[in-house]
């Protein structure tokens, strides 16, 4: 892509409006376009990072075994009234009436709607278990939305909902979705940390947040220093082995990690020394629950068991913060200069810098580049504005660009391009080729 004829409508002022980092920072790389209070539209740059972001967690949910439908935004208000919670959901909840008088409204959850549709084609015990899930556009009329993207609206969620014939089986299928978020996460360079969410009603110990910490995260956390540095790496899941999985998860729910919502003072101080003892700020990315048969009753939604009865579901949603991600990503990874994207969400992976543009030389090598990157399978922004070196990297670290390949005249004459880091500003003397094959090892398209 050349920047020339991109649409990147970057501000140079700091928006007033905007309280924190990524905020300030979405608004200034031109990701976003407030349209009214808490709805945003995406511009290029930031469909770019919402759609990489979306790939991650489509392959992870389904390398887990989860399978992807979709639903309405629009919902009929009468499964709601089933389940009851139509009146429970409160002010919170967008009510809309179509021409007929019908009472619809905007979705800002589908455990209703999944269930129904579960109900109708699953019907033995042979069928489970099933992990159903989408990624789409909800709505919550929040009192108060605030920083961008992070507490909108309207928001990109996924959502996945477990079909289990018993408690146990529900379990199994927590424990997919629990390390599914850990590698979702990780993949994106993220570390979002597990903690013990509020159970609610229902009880027990299945319910997590995943929490990315962050300085303007709105949940406090408190935790054992030692979770914060647990890593699953890339070694390989058999997803059918459930005493790997539950293995997986006792060790990332053995210490202590909660927010402020189940935070308990004296049990933090017990069971964690205190040069282990972390207090920190988080934002949530995810949240997975069990809640076994609390729509499947109401909604009549049944399964026969091998002895020919026929039991209530039992199950559990598991959601992620789509559209909260690029916001979470850059509270977690800016500098005073812009983002700094971890290269797995970056909405391009390389740009190419012309410090001259009009020079022969520089536009030919640059040109070069371009195709030869782009060839190569790497997603290239070449910077071939007729605008100063300075303003050049200026914008193109503002928007975060891990890697940038910076061709002037002077190093052609001696045949050589640099090739720096955004996150750690080394740089790299190389021949052109050389650059080309180091990012597309970088990237593992070589
Ligand atoms: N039905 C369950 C899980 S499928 C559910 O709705 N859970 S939730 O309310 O916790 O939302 C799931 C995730 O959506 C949250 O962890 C958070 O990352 C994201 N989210 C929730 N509200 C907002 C909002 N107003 N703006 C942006 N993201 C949000």
């Known amino acids: ?33 407030q349209a009214s209070a808490g709805i945003y539209s995406w511009l290029p740059l930031g469909y770019k990072v919402l759609k990489k972001i979306e790939a991650i967690v489509h392959e992870e949910q389904q390398a887990a075994g989860a399978i992807p439908v979709l ?8 499964l709601w009234r089933q389940s009851g919670r139509y009146d429970d959901y409160g002010a919170e909840m967008l009510r809309i009436t179509d021409r007929g008088e019908r009472e619809m409204l905007y979705g800002p959850t589908n455990e209703e709607q999944i ?35 992070m507490r909108g609206r309207e928001f990109l969620m996924k959502d996945a909902y477990s079909f289990d014939i018993d408690r146990e089986g529900a379990r199994r299928s927590y424990n997919r979705m629990f390390v599914s978020y850990l590698r979702t996460f990780e993949r994106m360079g993220m570390k979002a940390i597990p903690m013990r969410a509020d159970s609610g009603p229902i009880g027990g110990d299945m319910t997590h947040e995943f929490l990315i910490l962050a300085e303007t995260g709105e949940s406090a956390v408190f935790l054992d220093r030692d979770l914060a540095d647990l890593t699953l790496g890339d070694a390989a899941i058999d997803w059918e082995d459930a005493d790997a999985l539950q293995a997986i998860v006792d ?13 308990e003072a004296a049990v933090f101080e017990k069971e964690v020394p205190e040069e282990r003892r972390l207090t920190a700020r988080g934002i949530e990315a995810g949240h997975i629950f069990y809640f076994g048969t609390k ?65 022969a030389a520089a536009d030919g090598a640059c040109e070069d580049l371009h195709g030869k990157l782009t060839a190569a399978g790497l997603d290239v922004l070449y910077d071939d504005r007729d605008e100063r ?26 045949g050589v391009v640099e090739l720096v880091s955004r996150r750690t500003g080394e740089t790299e003397t190389l021949t052109p080729d050389a650059a080309i094959n180091r990012l597309a090892a970088l990237y593992g398209r070589a």
């Open 71 to 78: 639903m309405p935004t629009i919902q009929s208000a009468d």
């Open 115 to 149: 269930t129904e549709i579960a109900g109708f084609g699953i019907r033995s015990y042979r069928d489970l278990p099933r992990i159903l899930y989408h990624i789409q556009w909800k709505f919550r009329d929040e009192v108060r939305p605030r920083f961008g993207v």
């Open 251 to 263: 060790r990332y729910t053995a210490s202590y990690a909660r927010t402020d919502d189940t935070h």
């Open 295 to 359: 729509y499947s009753k109401p909604l009549n939604a049944t399964v026969t068991t091998p002895d020919g009865t026929n039991v209530p579901f039992e199950s559990g949603s598991y959601g992620i913060g789509v559209s909260r991600l690029p916001g979470a990503i850059i509270e977690a990874s800016h500098d005073d200069r812009g983002i700094v994207w971890p290269e797995a969400v970056a909405p391009f992976e390389v740009a190419v810098i012309n410090l001259r543009q009009g020079d």
């Open 389 to 414: 070196a300075g303003a050049k990297f200026a914008t193109i670290d503002l928007i975060g660009i891990p890697w940038k390949v910076v061709v002037g005249p002077r190093g052609l004459k001696e």
């Open 1 to 33: 892509m050349r920047l020339s004829r991109y649409f990147l409508p970057v501000q140079k002022e700091t928006p007033a409006e905007a309280e924190i980092a990524s905020h300030r920072l979405m608004l200034r790389a031109g990701m976003i376009r």
